[in-house]
């Protein structure tokens, strides 16, 4: 078995990848900001860093944020694992980051880029929206008696468990540069995703599909964000909304 170390490994995805790699008996290494023994800031870097890069076989790269900082992140976190030689690291990405112009998308294909010109062996897997994303989204929409979504957008959630169970075989094996997408099993309107979701936690709200503007909407209503040709996940949102909201 091998040494794997998992950054954002207390996050949402980061956490169900280390509790497959460690099940299947591999020595796994959690980064985060504020977990011993590798409490590190990737976009400060430092001797932290080092130490838990040394020795490592594969990192596994979940962190990320929307707020800014994940191309610089990832800069400390290459320069570091090259030092080490760690040969292979391993990025979860998202659909669509090389088509619609949205700002965090354009982070991401940044660090896909920097991963590619690194030297190092590297994989990068790309993934439509989680479920739980989407959910946190309309609880949000839901708070005034009218939900407002945009005209014309459609998505793809797909179940966070699977693409850990996808991350943790491509970090059992060796640097696979770009490999398929996995994409959830239904492209979904969102107005019908909206409705599912106001069924399931029996809210009662209005929805409007609102036209908006900018080429980041144009390239989700052209469904930049999506992968039909991989709707390889299984589990649906109505799945997803039977186990995880109460009324």
């Known amino acids: 078995m091998t040494t794997i170390l998992v950054t954002g490994g207390t996050g949402t995805l980061g956490r ?30 430092g001797p932290g860093l080092d130490a838990a890069v040394a020795g490592v076989d594969t990192i596994v790269h979940c962190a990320t944020t929307p707020r800014g900082g994940d191309e610089r992140a990832a800069a400390n976190l290459i320069a570091a694992a090259r030092q080490a030689g760690v040969p292979h690291l391993l990025y979860i990405s998202i659909v669509g980051v090389d088509r619609v112009p949205f700002g965090y998308y354009k ?12 030297g190092l062996g590297w994989t990068v897997l790309r993934a439509t929206q989680f479920h739980d994303l989407l959910v946190q989204l309309f609880q949000g929409l839901a708070k005034v008696p009218v939900m407002v979504l945009p005209a014309g957008v459609s998505d793809q959630p ?18 696979a540069g770009r490999v398929d997408d996995l994409g959830g099993p239904e492209v979904r309107t969102f107005e019908s995703l909206a409705r599912a979701f106001l069924k399931a936690s029996g809210r009662r709200c209005a929805v409007v599909n609102v036209p908006l503007w900018g080429a980041a909407y144009r390239g989700f209503r052209e469904g930049g964000h999506l992968a039909p040709e991989h709707a390889v996940g299984k589990g649906t949102f109505e799945d997803y909304l039977a186990t995880r909201i109460r009324r």
Not at 158 to 175: M, Q, S, T, Y
């Open 16 to 45: 169900l990848v280390t509790e497959r790699l460690r099940a299947d008996g591999h020595e796994v290494r959690v980064l985060s900001r504020h977990t011993q023994p590798y409490a590190v800031d990737l976009r400060e870097g």
């Open 107 to 118: 982070a991401k294909l940044g660090v896909e880029k920097l991963l590619e010109e690194s």
């Open 158 to 175: 797909v179940e966070v468990a699977e693409v850990a169970d996808r991350l943790a075989k491509l970090a059992a094996g060796g640097p």
